[in-house]
């Protein structure tokens, strides 16, 4: 399983972004995705998830109502909307995907992916 991050760049704050993830390796629409960031000096942080079905997706609370999180299973793409950007989203962007087909529950810490992306910056100037 590979998965390639991109779509991350500079921008300023209250600026829009939008985060992909190439899939390749496996039948893409039978597992949930996620994805994660990490700003320097600081744990990575869970972001937003979604399940195989794009049935239910869940967010941390310091972007809910700004980003959204989409799976495109025709492309073997996910997406990462990112509106209203602020400072504070500066940090390297992964994205993941677990290991179980099917699963119902979304998993909000890293170890509950498998596969992980090679990170994509995301900067926003004030």
Request: with cysteine.
């Amino acid at each position: 399983v590979q998965l390639q991050a991109s779509g991350g760049g500079l921008v300023q704050a209250g600026g829009s972004l939008r985060l992909s993830c190439a899939a390749s390796g496996r039948t893409f629409s039978n597992y949930n995705m996620g994805w994660f960031r990490q700003a320097p000096g600081k744990e990575r942080e869970f972001v937003a998830a979604i399940t195989w079905s794009s049935g239910t997706t869940r967010y941390v609370d310091s972007v809910k109502g700004r980003f959204t999180i989409s799976k495109d299973n025709a492309k073997n793409t996910g997406y990462l909307q990112m509106n209203s950007l602020r400072p504070e989203d500066t940090a390297v962007y992964y994205c993941a995907t677990v290991r179980t087909p099917y699963q119902l529950a979304l998993m909000t810490t890293s170890n509950g992916y498998a596969y992980w992306g090679q990170g994509t910056q995301v900067t926003v100037s004030s």
